[in-house]
């Protein structure tokens, strides 16, 4: 658990297996905050967790001084902006490329997330249709990342890792297990040899190695995912 100082209150509520915590637990240590984090219990919500994220109910919830913020993506921004003297920036400071950071990290949660949830949830023609249509969303980060390679950048749009590697990145554990899972190939390096580069550097960060999840106590959870949904279409 880290530590947080007496005039910056700052917890993380969550579970260490979710994507979704990854990414902010990583947009954390890029910048250096100290905070507490609290472990919930995915299967038995907290009263802390329900009374922080009352909509949603889900994790993470973000605490800063009594503030509460949640969702993913909006509580990494909410971190660039609060401590915006700290390097270094997720978001660029050009309102053009924060708009292409924005919208890359949208395309992960609105296109990406939801397609590779139909895999891991769908069976027969559901399933396959949504194996196609996550293949599809990766050839496009493929493509992405080749464009931002010829302007020699090795992170999407810039030569750090940003706001939309975070929100792709913090998936990476959990891809990979559901691929495992459901015996899918969704990632290939043949066709999207950018993407698999990119891969390879992110989970190579000595910072990012610290924080993503441990791949076996996800591929057990998403197994248990797996055959609880696959119980259930029967």
Known sequence: MEACTEEEQVKLLGWPRSPFVTRVRI?????????????????NKSQLLLQSNPVHKKVPAFIHNGKIVCESMIIVQYIDETWDTKAPNLLPKDPYDRAIARFWAAFVDDKLVLSIWGILVGQGEKQQKAVEESLANFLLLDDA??????????????????FADI???????????????????????????????WIDRFSEIDLVKGILPDPVKVLERVSSQ?????SAGN
């Open 145 to 162: 990342l080749r464009a931002s390679s010829c302007s020699g950048n090795a992170y999407f749009g810039g030569v750090e890792i940003g």
């Open 27 to 43: 947009a954390l240590a890029l910048k250096g905050i100290q905070y507490q984090f609290i472990e919930d219990d995915a299967e």
């Open 167 to 197: 929100a792709l990145g913090g998936l990476l554990v959990t891809i990979k297990a559901i691929q495992k899972v459901t015996n899918t190939v969704l990632v290939d390096p043949q066709k999207m040899p950018h993407l698999c580069a």
């Open 226 to 230: 797996r055959a609880k949904f696959t």
